[in-house]
């Protein structure tokens, strides 16, 4: 089992930042593929980052350029920094983990954090 605990959501303004944070507990980190997800009301889940234990990086083009996820295995952490944010960027953050390599199919992802509300708006 792992466990994910998802920090750092909150309020800003268009064209400020916000850096999330995933803490994983349980199983060794570094044998899982490390991703982020969002879902804003009325739509599906929708992929945004992810990282491999080794550090392999894919990120969505909606946000490519402005997002990029990085993590600590020291530290079992993983985090999201996201800058020049968007209204659109508006939704609730998820933070999930899969065995070794990653994807961008949130139905692919065993494990999953309880999510933080980032909302952007003026």
């Known amino acids: 089992q792992v466990q994910l605990v998802t920090s750092g959501g909150g309020v800003v303004q268009p064209g400020g930042s916000l850096r999330l944070s995933c803490a994983a507990s349980?199983?060794?980190?570094?044998?899982?593929?490390m991703a982020w997800f969002r879902q804003a009301p009325g739509k599906e889940r929708e992929f945004v980052a992810a990282?491999?234990?080794?550090?392999?990086?894919s990120v969505a083009h909606s946000v490519k350029g402005r997002f990029t996820t990085s993590r600590d295995n020291a530290a079992n952490t993983v985090n999201l920094q996201m800058n020049s944010l968007k209204p659109e960027d508006t939704a609730v953050y998820y933070c999930?983990?899969?065995?070794?390599?990653?994807?961008?199919?949130?139905?692919?992802?065993?494990?999953w954090g309880q999510g933080t509300q980032v909302t952007v708006s003026s």
């Open positions: 999930a983990a899969r065995w070794y390599s990653s994807s961008n199919s949130a139905s692919s992802y065993n494990y």
């Open positions: 349980g199983r060794t980190f570094t044998n899982f593929a």
């Open positions: 990282i491999t234990g080794r550090g392999a990086k």
